[in-house]
């Protein structure tokens, strides 16, 4: 099974300011099968990010995804409010599907 | 536009069993595989399940397998996931999720509640 370590943990930061969000693998992922999702308190995860860098649907270009093999990145590149929430990254390789813990992203 | 709704959640004691169901509109069913996520309570999420379009594939996570079954009515836009066996660290919102092209998780639905507790 592949294992998803997302950090850091928690990041505080202000509205306006960059997010970096890094999601590391224990083992090479197909970039095609690398998603980030952003959920908040009450609600079910929203898909933000396929394929490692492809936008869903209706979601902002302040969001972006890169990265290949183990390491991958979600980038905010200026922090709204309705952005502080908990995001998770999830692959899918050998029959299965592994999410990283989370990252909450919280108002500094 | 994409609606995904679950039901058949509730209390159940450690030992029993439970149906989940989750009817989905807005899109061509019979084209996406369906899954199961869940989420413990403070905890992050845990793919359960996923059943492909004609329904010929299943697929399962180790902590289920052998004791849930996952099965869909293409007639009725419907996916079931049948629990046995249940145990407390199965307690969880479940969250029925159409399963995109590129094997993410495109829409979901709002969760239901499944608690394992005598």
């Known amino acids: 099974e592949i294992v998803l370590t997302q950090s850091p943990g928690t990041l505080s930061l202000s509205p306006g300011e960059r997010a970096t969000l890094s999601c590391r693998a224990s083992?090479?992922?197909?970039?095609?099968?690398l998603a980030w999702y952003q959920q908040k308190p009450g609600q079910a995860p929203r898909l933000l990010i396929y394929g490692a860098s492809s936008r869903a649907t209706g979601i902002p270009d302040r969001f972006s995804g890169s990265g290949s093999g183990t390491d991958f990145t979600l980038t905010i590149s200026r922090l709204e409010p309705e952005d502080f929430a908990v995001y998770y990254c999830?692959?899918?390789?050998?029959?299965?599907?592994?999410f990283g813990q989370g990252t909450k992203l919280e108002i500094k | 536009e994409v609606q995904v709704l679950e039901s058949g959640g509730g209390l159940v004691q450690p030992g029993g069993s439970l149906r989940l169901s989750c009817a989905a509109s807005?899109?061509?069913?019979?084209?996406?595989?369906m899954s199961w996520v869940r989420q413990a309570p403070g905890k992050g999420l845990e793919w359960v399940s996923s059943?492909?379009?004609?329904?010929?594939?299943?697929k399962y996570a180790d902590s289920v397998k052998g004791r849930f079954t996952i099965s869909r009515d293409n007639s009725k836009n419907t996916v079931n996931l049948q629990m046995n066996s249940l145990r407390a660290e199965d307690t969880a919102v479940y969250y029925c999720?159409?399963?995109?092209?590129?094997?993410?998780?495109?829409?979901w639905g709002q969760g239901i509640l499944v608690t394992v507790s005598s």
């Open positions: 059943i492909s379009n004609s329904g010929g594939i299943t």
């Open positions: 807005g899109f061509t069913f019979s084209s996406y595989a």
């Open positions: 999720a159409v399963r995109g092209y590129s094997y993410s998780f495109d829409y």
């Open positions: 999830q692959q899918y390789g050998s029959s299965s599907y592994t």
């Open positions: 083992q090479s992922v197909s970039s095609n099968y």
